[in-house]
């Protein structure tokens, strides 16, 4: 079960917010998907999510392959079962992971051979092979296997990933096709859109997915390097291109400014890390910006990280608390502090489809962009 | 605020259950309380503790003196509204850690001169500054400064432990008693009973410590390397010494086996890091004993850790899921682990007072010891 439905589009831009029905579940649009890579988002557990209205997970097929095994994860009854995680779950073929974390790999037209980042062992995984990972996780959306290239590749190598991320595309759609009988509540497959940073290779790539029959379609090697206005452009260039009616996932961007950018742009679904990771580094978003609270400027500061906030760090602990567990280096601290961005990406969300249900998304941006100042905030930069 | 009163005594045994009410509220004894040594429980947070029905806290007055400092925790209110734990809290004074932690120290009759083992400064501590630096934290009870020895100590090192302890002990007291009344709800103040493992130096310890007035005693210089059978004759030598009408906490014992003959003992107040020590290595309390769940053999295990727990973990979490978070490191894992095993202290102490107040405790250690095996449920030691 797979259905995508605009409920109503922004005037005088491409935004607009929808319902996502799956099989496990609805999921209001534009959403936000906290990364829960191998099966748990870093420090939080699942009930918290459900706690601040998270609808929707991504996790990484190409990781959970490697630990603990998809054929495993399939006979602990799937990856929702398994995380104890039962709203939706999108898997991410890991096709960025493979060419960013293992050491040795060789990619040919048949597929691409790798070797392990955890044990060095050596891995051959086909478009084909990568939707049967899929299979077993249990995913209510699964993308196909795609070749990213970083942002500096030429146009020669951008050309040659946009080739062959489209055959693979055809071979995972037509073994999709062919095995998705098999399963009582197969997910959708997701083509992922790639071309580098060069306009005409993504048009290239988008015209060669439209002949196929994909659910959605996702936007792939952005986030890697790029201006925000290269990424911003090329964005709106690719969803200009898509039938508006299709779900649009935009892979791995999620500063709260671009993610603006990308809502007015069309885009329907975000993962990113940012609200886990710079949790850990001690970075905790508010609405005025990233507050940096290992910095001395907190220590005497008795206040939540914001006001109103509802989340469990907000409801009873200082800013001065939370800089001194990162200062002591105890795990509550980063904890607390993934928790609440959690919370604020959830919020900053449920806040931008308000807007776009009201036709304000225009004031709501200008009214964020105003209030948000992504350095000023980081007041005290000297830790101490 | 402090009193202490015996509620039931055991027919046959000197284990009793009380309450012993602070200015921060009412504690039932036997009581269990966890660690958070630098103003946090590792990886917990205070509103898991009190779901726990955690009613007290230890913290350690050596490690907050030095991060982030006892005068700038009582200007954030006080280590209670710091850490936004509103029950009581007992402070170790931090003998111990000034013994086994500073790479530098040397003790005179005036006190400790010694280094910090964060970054290497030089502190001088007095037994008044000591019961100062708990005034300015805000403990319900305080412990006086204490010198330590090892289990290989010679008796002369004892022997002139106690002697020091007992010297440093009469300052104690008599500077808390000049102070307290400036402060409008002061804490307890406990004298700390040495003697490394001898009987004889045990009861010297004892008999010097009476002639004060303490509002309770703690037993230390335990659970520092000896056998469990000389660590319960001690206890018991101790305690039947003290007067029957006072608090006694045994520090830093809490296996459950100990537990139980301490309790047996007379002992009223147990502080132990294991809950969260062992969580953090991958071991998990139950009635049955310890279970390693880094162990291939509960790759498939779906049942919780301990049915009938009621604790997140247990009501969410199969064996199989925790033990894939602790393979892949991921801090969920060990926090799960920890709030569990608290849960399961919790628990147990629970069941303690329960038999305690019915007078069944000699069966209910009959039933325990009869269930809970130290290395049987250590199933699986290849760990896979």
Redesign the interface.
Known sequence: MFEFTIIKKASGSLARTGVLKTAHGTVHTPAFMPVAT??????????ELVDCSIEMLIANAYHLYL??GDP?IR???GLHR???WDRPIVTDSGGFQIYSLSPLRKITRDGVCFTSHIDGSTHFLTPEAVVDIQFNLGSDIMMILDECVGHNASEKEAARSVELTGLWARRALRHYKQQKGHFSSPGALFGIIQGGMCLRLRTEAVKELLELDFDGYAIGGLSVGESAKLRNDLTRHVTGLLPREKCVHLMGVGKPQDVLHAVDAGIDLFDCVLPTRNGRNGQAFTNEGPLNLRAAYY??D?RPIEEGCTC?ACC???R??LR??L??E???????LSLHNICFYARFFQRIRHALSTDTFGAFCEDFFARYKENEAQKGIVSS
């Open positions: 191998i099966g748990a988002v870093k420090t939080v557990s699942s009930w630990r603990p495993y006979e602990m009854g398994f995380m104890h220590r005497d008795v469990h009873t602990m200082s001065a608390y001194h567990l200062k002591i105890e795990v509550l601290g980063i904890r607390m």
